[in-house]
């Protein structure tokens, strides 16, 4: 089974300021999605911004950017001019490529707190 | 994105006694699932729920404490049963739209508290 892993618990970043959350995954396989979830503590899992791994280019969503390294097996997530409401926690995943119903294998998540 | 919608939103439960919470999802969707998440941990897959045969159960987890229906294309539930402290957790239902794109939609969760 792929393994996907967060190596900082917690992170913290002052309003304004940008900040990078790592990522590590094992995989055999050429053909992938990977994903960051946002969990407020209102528990709703939001996606925050997707990457075929396929593709080159790092996905981009307004102030959210991926460095996708595909031979490192590394996908982190920058947050620049950070909000107090981007404080969650971020989970970061994997799914097998294809069209077949697979689920979402999780990173035990990253804590971002924002301070003032 | 598609909305999903969870019942109950919370419950505390007393030991023995089994609870079904519902998911219900806006709109068709092929492949539905359900994650169980302890407290500060990460979410860990129960089963996949496809619509008209049986629920795929991932290792450590059964049918006949965990069973799930799904009837139709927009709604499944998950029971658990027997429930012990153990069993207090946030269990979360996420469904996929778009086999291609890959991403899941989640519910709010349920989060229930076993006495």
């Known amino acids: 089974a792929q393994t996907v892993t967060q190596s900082q618990p917690e992170m913290s970043v002052q309003e304004a300021e940008t900040v990078t959350l790592s990522c590590t995954y094992d995989t055999s396989e050429s053909d992938y999605y990977l994903f960051w979830y946002k969990q407020p503590p209102s528990r709703q899992m939001i996606l925050v911004i997707r990457q075929e791994a396929y593709k080159q280019q790092n996905a981009t969503e307004n102030r959210f950017s991926v460095n996708f390294q595909k031979a490192a097996k590394s996908f982190s997530l920058k947050i620049s001019d950070s909000q107090l409401g981007d404080a969650a926690m971020y989970f970061c995943a994997y799914r097998s490529g294809g069209n077949s119903g697979y689920a979402l294998n999780f990173g035990k998540g990253t804590s971002l707190l924002v301070t003032p | 994105s598609a909305v999903i919608s969870q019942k109950p939103s919370r419950d505390i439960c007393q030991r023995g006694t089994s609870l079904t919470i519902q998911c219900q999802v806006d709109?068709?969707?092929?492949?539905m699932f359900w994650y169980r998440q302890q407290p500060g941990q990460s979410l860990t897959l129960i089963a996949t729920?496809?619509?008209?045969?049986?629920?795929?159960?991932e290792s450590g987890f059964v049918i006949d404490k965990f069973p799930i229906s799904r009837p139709n294309l927009t709604f499944s539930t998950l029971t658990v049963s027997n429930m012990s402290p153990e069993d207090s957790s946030i269990y979360l239902c996420?469904?996929?739209?778009?086999?291609?794109?890959?991403?899941?939609?989640f519910g709010e969760g349920s989060r229930l508290t076993v006495l």
């Open positions: 709109s068709q969707v092929t492949m």
């Open positions: 996420s469904a996929q739209r778009f086999a291609n794109t890959g991403e899941l939609f």
């Open positions: 729920a496809n619509q008209g045969s049986e629920a795929t159960y």
